[in-house]
């Protein structure tokens, strides 16, 4: 059973309690909990203040561990604001301190995090950079879990800089630790990823072969949208390689997931799929697709289902959409 997080009453009262007692470093660590407390709430100025203040006295005390860690969450909650500049001053600086202390999975961590930001601002070379030393940081401290995070984080920075033949080396290399840790979950994802680049390539046997892989190992995950997701891309597959029994097998099986899933984009994509494989029924399905977009919002798509109703049957037939869940 999870234990209960403090509440804000608890927190100020710890507070009281070390001010009263004139303990700067219970002040510091409450602080630190309170900036924690206001940033999972997402009220990021209010959490910035205690953090600051929480920095404050580690500084005072010259408790790097401590500061290192405040650093970093004040980096978190500038990232949630989205002033990027900001954190990625405080995740440098975090670097910086960890660095002192010597400790690599905090340097890693660090380092990661400075990739996320720069490859959130398209600083793509950058961000590989990051990427490489992080995953050497993590393998160095032994935390072969944060190592495979890395590695996934450097192939979509080599993806983003359109290079597939590296994006496919570094998710190879992640892939290759997350069979080692028996995690079924994120090989499926990393065996998709591989399968889109392949297919993207040409080699579409090769792509078929990974998501069939992929399938399997969702399955055993029990990850109902990344079957429901895995499936999808099998019936895309399929559709272009003008299979049309097992490309409609599969588009039904994963409608029927993201039916009971709640997953109305994924749904409404797959139902404009089915529809181009079933040019009689091709209205009503379109139409269906339609609603769930305009449920959603997104007009956008709602008016490019719309706009199928116009085109011919070999028009219809001549691609397929991309229905991806949550969980891709």
């Given at each position: 059973m999870a234990e209960a997080k403090p509440s804000i009453e608890h927190l100020q009262q710890q507070l009281q309690q070390a001010e009263a007692a004139g303990d700067p470093w219970k002040q510091g660590i409450t602080l630190n909990n309170l900036g924690d407390f206001f940033k999972n709430?997402?009220?990021?100025?209010?959490?910035?203040?205690?953090?600051?203040?929480?920095?404050?006295?580690?500084?005072?005390?010259?408790?790097?561990?401590?500061?290192?860690?405040?650093?970093?969450?004040?980096?978190?909650?500038?990232?949630?604001?989205?002033?990027?500049?900001?954190?990625?001053?405080?995740?440098?600086?975090?670097?910086?301190?960890?660095?002192?202390?010597?400790?690599?999975?905090?340097?890693?961590?660090?380092l990661n995090n400075m990739g996320g930001v720069q490859l959130t601002l398209g600083q793509y070379e950058q961000a590989r950079k990051q990427f490489i030393l992080s995953s050497s940081f993590f393998r160095s401290a032994e935390e072969p879990a944060w190592e495979a995070q890395s590695l996934e984080n450097l192939a979509a920075a080599e993806a983003?800089?359109?290079?597939?033949?590296?994006?496919?080396?570094?998710?190879?290399?992640?892939?290759?630790?997350?069979?080692?840790l028996n995690q079924f979950e994120r090989q499926a994802m990393i065996l998709n990823r591989i399968a889109g680049l392949r297919a993207a390539m040409g080699e579409k046997r090769t792509a078929l072969e990974l998501h069939s892989r992929a399938l399997a190992l969702a399955q055993k995950a029990n990850i109902a949208l990344l079957v429901a997701n895995t499936r999808a891309s099998l019936g895309k597959l399929?559709?272009?390689?003008?299979?049309?029994?097992?490309?409609?097998?599969?588009?039904?099986?994963?409608?029927?997931?993201?039916?009971q899933q709640g997953e109305k984009s994924g749904e409404a994509n797959t139902l404009i799929n089915l529809a181009k494989?079933?040019?009689?029924?091709?209205?009503?399905?379109?139409?269906?697709?339609?609603?769930?977009?305009?449920q959603l919002g997104d007009s956008q798509n709602e008016e490019a289902a719309l706009a199928l109703l116009q085109r011919s049957e070999p028009e219809m037939q001549s691609e397929t959409r991309e229905a991806k869940g949550k969980s891709a």
């Open positions: 709430r997402n009220e990021q100025v209010t959490a910035r203040q205690y953090f600051r203040r929480a920095l404050a006295f580690f500084t005072a005390l010259a408790d790097l561990d401590r500061k290192a860690t405040v650093l970093h969450n004040l980096g978190g909650s500038y990232l949630a604001s989205k002033d990027y500049a900001r954190a990625l001053e405080q995740f440098a600086m975090a670097l910086g301190t960890y660095a002192a202390l010597n400790q690599p999975l905090g340097q890693g961590i660090a983003a800089m359109g290079s597939p033949k590296a994006t496919i080396q570094s998710y190879g290399r992640a892939l290759e630790i997350w069979q080692r399929y559709f272009e390689a003008k299979n049309r029994d097992l490309a409609r097998a599969e588009f039904l099986a994963a409608l029927q997931l993201y039916e494989l079933d040019f009689a029924a091709g209205e009503e399905l379109v139409r269906r697709s339609a609603g769930i977009f305009r």
